[in-house]
């Protein structure tokens, strides 16, 4: 441990950042993601201690099945784990709408290979979470008791308007995930799945801005003149089920980080790069959450100390 607060060196986890497997490389993705030791001297660097990493379904195997890639993710995910031991960490891959197959690989990929959470994406051509079709997903993470890691897809919400400066990645991916969470919260996906722990990527998108705003759409849900509220299934106030969210710290902005644990507390918040493949420092994400105006407290919970707790490390 390098990172030192106040008098004290502290664990470090970065909870965001994606690898893949070295039969998926193509000559236009970026090379860190390949680069397995070459991330490791990055996190030396930085005093980074884990890399938590997962499969977003932006560099995938063109045409290759779905569960056949699902599979393959897994196995790399395990394989990397012990390769690694205690520098890289896996997750799961995962669909949340599709059928048994998925499912029964999901309960492979955490009993049988020991991974100790799953990455899905906010969406999936256009199905949210709060599809009925995830509730079996749902149901099966929180049988398993693992965190689930949501990222958003390379094709989003309003694609259509953004087909100049990478405005997909910019803007698009942050705003899927809050559409996302908005249904999900709205539809009572936190009344039937209360103890679900849910760890969203680049901050929960727009989030942490909306309790108010979600908050005074169901105040006046019975007033006609705004507009149709159905169905109305949640018995408090969305803003009531915005703290149970984990975001983490992947913006490159302190005032959105602050406004992240100003939301849904310091407990809530883990450390997030998205390096690989970002290609910015690593000691840029680092020193921007040692340099939160937080206690030491909260700044160790938010560099590793809520991740560990999260993942059972």
């Not at 969470?181 to 929960?204: D, Y």
């Amino acid at each position: 441990m390098t990172v030192r607060l106040g008098a004290r060196s502290v664990r470090v986890i970065d909870c965001h950042s994606h690898l893949v497997p070295l039969d998926w490389r193509v000559p236009t993705a970026p090379k860190s993601m390949f680069e397995y030791d070459a991330v490791i001297e990055e996190m030396d660097r930085a005093g980074v201690d884990v890399c938590v990493f997962g499969n977003n379904w932006i560099r995938v195997p063109e045409g290759a099945p779905a569960l056949d890639v699902v599979r393959r993710y897994n196995d790399f995910s395990a394989e990397m784990n012990v390769r690694f031991r205690g520098r890289f960490l896996g997750l799961a891959s995962a669909i949340p709408f599709e059928g048994d197959g998925y499912l029964r690989e999901t309960e492979r990929a955490i009993k049988e290979l020991g991974l100790k959470s799953i990455m899905i994406n906010s969406s999936v051509a256009g199905e949210y979470l709060d599809s009925p079709r995830a509730a079996g997903f749902f149901e099966l993470a929180v049988a398993l008791s693992v965190p689930v890691f949501v990222h958003p897809p390379k094709v989003t919400i309003g694609a259509e308007k953004m087909e100049i400066f990478r405005l997909p990645e910019l803007v698009g991916r942050p705003f899927d995930t809050t559409l996302s969470l908005a249904r999900f919260i709205l539809m009572g996906g936190f009344e039937r799945f209360p103890t679900l722990n849910l760890v969203m990527a680049h901050m929960g998108g727009a989030i942490s801005l909306l309790p108010g705003r979600l908050d005074f759409g169901y105040e006046l849900r019975d007033d006609p003149s705004f507009g149709p509220w159905e169905p109305d299934v949640i018995p408090m106030p969305p803003s009531a089920y915005i703290p149970k969210l984990y975001l983490d710290t992947m913006g490159f902005h302190p005032p959105a980080v602050l406004c992240c644990v100003g939301t849904v507390g310091a407990d809530h918040v883990v450390m997030g790069s998205d390096f690989p493949p970002v290609h910015v420092p690593l000691a840029r994400t680092v020193e921007l959450v040692r340099n939160l105006p937080l206690s030491l407290g909260d700044r160790e919970k938010i560099l590793g100390g809520n991740a560990a707790r999260l993942l059972g490390l």
